[in-house]
């Protein structure tokens, strides 16, 4: 026996290797008294190296000392932990001893042999003449004692893209005792061989369906598939340099696999051998391919369709993207006459980069421009199918259309021919464009394409290989490699399963390998299924599409909104460019919009004043004020400030300082719980005066957390009242309960409302649809403060007349003052104006949508 200790962050690792262990952990999966092989004989290679190797592998089954000392290693203890079982199994078992008949108890297990995921429990007949130790299995087992578990934890480690890392991280939380790799490696090549034949009895079921379907619509049997490659290492361009590769090939009729391939330049076994330096044991080697990464998918389709061909299928056209030589290959190797379909998202995909790249050269073409010419060129292209000489005609036509030249237009498809006054929906101001540069781009840009229109007349997709590609990236992650042994083969092949049968190709390999379909497993992919069949009839309906691009222009616009007030957050070599230019202004930040508050003046007027009353309890304050009151204001309320005294008509009244008169107010209001505050016209008026007041006196916490939010008598009369003359305080009181008052005294304006809302409102749902809460409220007050502050640096704006003063008040109360305007316009022109002003902000546009005052806003800070 060889002993190895090391010290690790986490503890002590003591490594005891011996064959006996080496036995036991390559064949868990078999019953305690099966007879082993010899280990020599299964891992040669092993025990012949030059210099020992620990086999850490199986650490998970190794002893483990923590920091402390303690032992951390597994017991035999079947108390220890939790443990898969099927409790059918165990209850048949225990229904008696073997020797002498008597039921058995689970509670007399004096030891536990765990195989996997199954285990045998040693149980002791507590007959006193028996004393026979009954061995327990926990689950059904299968050729030569394989647990069934075990199995099914392979299958589902393919089907889920799980490794043996992964595996046992799960099994530990869920504190399950862990398994070997050896054992999960037996296990997937004994399932693995399953899943490969049911994947080629669904594409033989289903390349005879590829066929008779060809001949019912096309009445021949010449059969057209798609096919596309992917790798399982992320890559681009130069970059393609991974070990593994598979493609497929789908036929166009049905949709599903007919046939596929995969490639690997590496094997587990060989390399192992190698670095030993001994010859590699005989093996089914992995390794099928030893050119670059970026020759596989010609390799490939060139195989698949000459064993297609071999198979009695006449493929005579393939659909690909325009990404590789797959083509000329085909055509030198297989068959001259094959012909080659393009990829439409391929075809069309250039055209969109190309216009984002003249974008740069030519201001005119925004986004919306660029939406709306890819419109056309998709309409003009699904009108052309199979007629080469009609799309040439469209295309020569689209270089002019929007540009107000229809004269090579068709009827079939413009509407200005008809009726030249109609307006464009989807162009700016619903004008044509005037840039002759842009048109001349336009022209050359198309020109390429009319080269290309059998290509453009005759398009295929390659999106259900696309959508076989994700399935595969799911069962074989990028991030994790398989393809040193017949793992990688066994997911690809999963992949097939599942996209020819759907989910419930799992219960097929159940049965195909001798196991129990499984309930719960035949009702999940029962489930799945039919919720991808639902899923799959919605997205094909124009609703759900013209939702999808209405979602991806919503995300686009707040992308691009984000990156506007933001700034520079990621991009190549941006600290380098920093380096030399102003790197606080990249990084500043424009602030974001608050909810749209209700459109009033800013109110700083001072109290002289305040009333309250709730039931029969009332409060009153008259107030010193700050300043001395205006003339006009005393004509209306009869108060006058002299000498550092208030006079009600000439008559001196009490009266404290504003801060002690508001910590009156809110411990009136401490005696009450979620207060809500009446008041007439209070929102416009009242509220922004009182918050301001309380900001002031550094009491705005302390009053928001005595209530809840407001009700404005004035638009609550409104509302259960409508179509009365005025809607004054004072007028409501004598038209609806007939009573007179002093209005310009707050005591006598407060008890005049109480008896106005107790006696003529009983309708609580209208109360209901007034209430403002006093964050909304606060929302308000916030917003008139940051009006006020950023007013002053639009004042230029005025001047110039370059915005009307609502639109400026409306500019500065939504947190933007002239920096931010000229920041946003630094970053993206005309669109970061667009951007900021037309943000979502509740229900509405942050400042506004008008493109006309966006337009006059970029103007202005074009010139500065």
Not at 276 to 293: D, E, L, M, Q, Y
Request: aromatic letters at 6%; glycine letters at 6%.
């Amino acid at each position: 026996m060889k002993q190895i200790m090391c010290q690790g962050h986490s503890g002590y690792h003591r490594f005891h290797i011996s064959n006996n262990q080496r036995k036991r952990y390559c064949e868990e999966d078999h019953h305690q008294d099966l007879a082993l092989k010899s280990v020599h004989a299964d891992h040669s290679y092993d025990v012949t190296s030059k210099r020992f190797v620990p086999d850490i592998s199986n650490i998970v089954h190794e002893e483990v000392l923590d920091n402390d000392g303690n032992n951390l290693t597994p017991t035999d203890d079947w108390r220890v932990g939790r443990r898969v079982v099927e409790l059918g199994v165990i209850a048949d078992h225990l229904q008696q001893c073997k020797h002498c008949g008597l039921p058995l108890s689970l509670h007399n297990t004096i030891d536990i042999k765990t195989y996997g995921l199954g285990s045998v429990l040693k149980v002791l007949c507590t007959n006193k003449s028996c004393g026979n130790i009954n061995a327990i299995p926990t689950g059904k087992q299968h050729d030569h004692k394989i647990w069934d578990v075990n199995t099914k934890l392979a299958l589902a480690a393919i089907d889920l893209g799980l490794g043996e890392h992964q595996i046992n991280g799960l099994l530990s939380i869920l504190n399950i005792p862990t398994v070997s790799h050896c054992m999960i490696d037996n296990r997937i090549r004994e399932v693995g061989d399953v899943i490969e034949s049911v994947a080629d009895k669904s594409m033989e079921e289903w390349t005879e369906k590829e066929k008779e379907m060809t001949r019912e619509s096309d009445g021949n049997d010449n059969v057209t598939v798609s096919v596309d490659a992917a790798w399982q290492r992320r890559g681009s361009g130069r970059s393609y340099d991974s070990l593994t590769g598979h493609c497929s090939m789908i036929g166009s009729k049905t949709g599903k696999v007919i046939n596929y391939k995969w490639r690997s330049k590496a094997c587990r076994i060989c390399q192992r051998a190698e670095i030993s330096g001994n010859i590699p044991r005989v093996h089914k080697c992995n390794k099928n391919f030893t050119g670059s990464a970026k020759a596989m998918e010609p390799d490939m389709v060139v195989d698949m369709v000459k064993e297609s061909r071999s198979k009695g299928a006449n493929i005579t056209a393939i659909i690909g993207d325009e990404d590789t030589t797959t083509i000329a290959r085909l055509r030198a190797k297989v068959d001259p006459t094959i012909v080659k379909l393009s990829d439409s998202n391929h075809m069309k995909k250039p055209i969109r980069n190309r216009l984002y790249e003249l974008k740069n050269k030519h201001s005119t073409l925004s986004p919306k421009v660029i939406s709306y010419i890819m419109k056309c060129f998709n309409y003009l292209i699904a009108q052309g199918k199979g007629q080469p000489k009609k799309i040439e005609e469209n295309l020569n036509a689209l270089s002019k259309h929007p540009f107000g030249d229809h004269s090579s237009c068709s009827t079939d498809w413009c509407r200005f021919i008809a009726d030249p006054s109609i307006k464009y929906k989807s162009l700016p101001y619903g004008k044509p464009l005037q840039d002759k540069a842009l048109q001349e781009s336009l022209t050359t840009l198309f020109q390429k394409y009319i080269l290309n229109s059998e290509k453009l007349a005759n398009l295929g997709s390659t999106q259900s290989n696309e959508s076989f590609n994700k399935s595969v990236a799911a069962k074989a992650p990028k991030n994790r490699f398989y393809g040193g042994s017949r793992s990688l083969a066994y997911r690809v092949a999963a992949a097939v399963a599942q996209k020819n049968t759907g989910h419930r190709y799992t219960v097929d390999v159940n049965v195909s390998s001798g196991l129990s379909p499984g309930l719960y497993t035949r009702k999940l992919a029962t489930l799945r299924d039919i919720q991808a069949r639902k899923r799959k009839a919605v997205a094909i309906t124009t609703e759900a599409k013209l939702r999808r691009i209405a979602l991806k222009a919503s995300r686009n616009q707040s992308s691009s909104t984000f990156e506007v007030r933001e700034g520079v957050c990621y991009q190549s070599n941006t600290m380098i460019d920093t380096a030399t230019e102003d790197s606080d202004e990249k990084i500043l930040e424009i602030p974001a919009p608050k909810n749209k508050p209700v459109e009033n003046d800013s109110r700083t007027s001072h109290i002289t004043q305040i009333s309250a009353r709730r039931g029969l309890e009332t409060f009153s304050k008259y107030i010193l004020p700050a300043r001395e009151i205006t003339p006009k204001a005393a004509e209306v309320t009869g108060l006058t400030f002299q000498n550092g005294s208030l006079y009600l008509l000439d008559k001196i009244v009490p009266a404290v300082g504003v801060k002690e008169g508001l910590t009156g107010f809110i411990s009136f209001l401490e005696k009450s719980t979620n207060n809500v505050i009446f008041g007439h016209n209070i929102y416009n008026y009242d509220c922004p005066v009182l918050y301001n007041a309380l900001d002031n006196c550094s009491l705005l916490d302390d009053f928001q957390s005595k209530i809840v939010g407001f009700v404005d008598t004035l638009k609550l009369f409104k509302l259960s009242f409508p179509n009365l003359g005025s809607y004054s305080q004072c007028k409501l009181c004598d038209t609806l309960i007939n009573l007179s008052y002093d209005a310009h005294n707050a005591e006598d304006d407060v008890n005049a409302l109480f008896r106005l809302v107790n006696e003529k409102i009983d309708n609580f749902t209208d109360v209901q649809k007034v209430f403002q809460s006093e964050l909304s409220v606060f929302y308000n007050y916030v917003s008139l403060k940051q009006m006020n502050k950023n007013v002053p640096s639009l004042k230029q704006m005025l001047d110039d007349k370059v915005v009307t003063k609502r639109t400026a008040n409306c500019i500065a109360r939504s947190g933007l003052n002239l920096s931010h305007l000229r920041l946003a316009y630094s970053r993206n022109g005309r669109t970061g104006i667009k951007d900021i002003f037309s943000e979502p902000c509740g229900s509405k546009a942050r400042v506004t949508k008008s493109a006309k005052i966006i337009d006059s806003v970029s103007d202005f800070l074009k010139e500065l």
